[in-house]
T-cell receptor, first 117, second 111 residues
């Protein structure tokens, strides 16, 4: 079946503008994750959704960042009043479920490259 | 903060040689996973090893896990130019939903 898709693939915006990034997880995957990756760095966890449970927002760097997910489908990550430091690749991943004691294999989308001028 | 730290940060080898990457972590884990990333975009899952396993194989990949030393290694045998990519280890901690990624090893395989 189809993998995780993200849109747009690239986004260039001006400092201070709001941006919205979209993620379509693999059908049937109950868990959805957002990560941020700055150039040459590893992935930073941002937020996690699991079914209808309250999301884990512990990785969001500021209140300018928010995310929503409707049921077990599409998720949107919104960054308000963007700053140059927000420039990064934003990666979405989904997995079948949260397996007992630890995170299961995650399937990643191609990412959205955000550039804030 | 990054829990897993890969070593080396960059590795350049000739085609046909073996490549070994190491990962160290700090807290107890439920499992450890290795991912590959081409051109700074989406990651591809390579292999998952659980905390009660010591070694796992998948094709040309061999992963070891030493929980007493809190370390793991990824061996790619008979490397190919197509193996050129960044490789990340990621730890799954008991009770935590998200993976914690290291900063990665950039592997360059020269043809």
């Amino acid at each position: 079946g189809a993998g995780v898709s993200q849109s747009p693939s690239n986004k260039v915006t001006e400092k201070g503008k709001d941006v919205e990034l979209r993620c379509d997880p693999i059908s049937g995957h109950t868990a959805l994750y957002w990560y941020r990756q700055r150039l040459g760095q590893g992935l930073e966890f941002l937020i996690y959704f699991q079914g209808n449970s309250a999301p884990d927002k512990s990785g969001l760097p500021s209140d300018r960042f928010s995310a929503e997910r409707t049921g077990e489908s599409v998720s949107t990550l919104t960054i308000q009043r963007t700053q140059q430091e927000d420039s990064a690749v934003y990666l979405c991943a989904s997995s079948l479920n949260f397996v007992g004691g630890g995170a299961d294999t995650q399937y990643f989308g191609p990412g959205t490259r955000l550039t804030v001028l | 903060s990054q829990q897993g730290e890969e070593d080396p940060q960059a590795l350049s080898i000739q085609e046909g040689e073996n490549a070994t990457m190491n990962c160290s972590y700090k807290t107890s884990i439920n499992n450890l996973q290795w991912y590959r990333q081409n051109s700074g975009r989406g990651l591809v899952h390579l292999i998952l090893i659980r905390s009660n396993e010591r070694e796992k194989h998948s094709g040309r990949l061999r992963v070891t896990l030493d929980t007493s030393k809190k370390s793991s290694s990824l061996l790619i045998t008979a490397s190919r130019a197509a193996d050129t990519a960044s490789y990340f280890c990621a730890t799954a901690n008991t009770g935590r939903r998200a993976l914690t990624f290291g900063s990665g090893t950039r592997l360059q395989v020269q043809p």
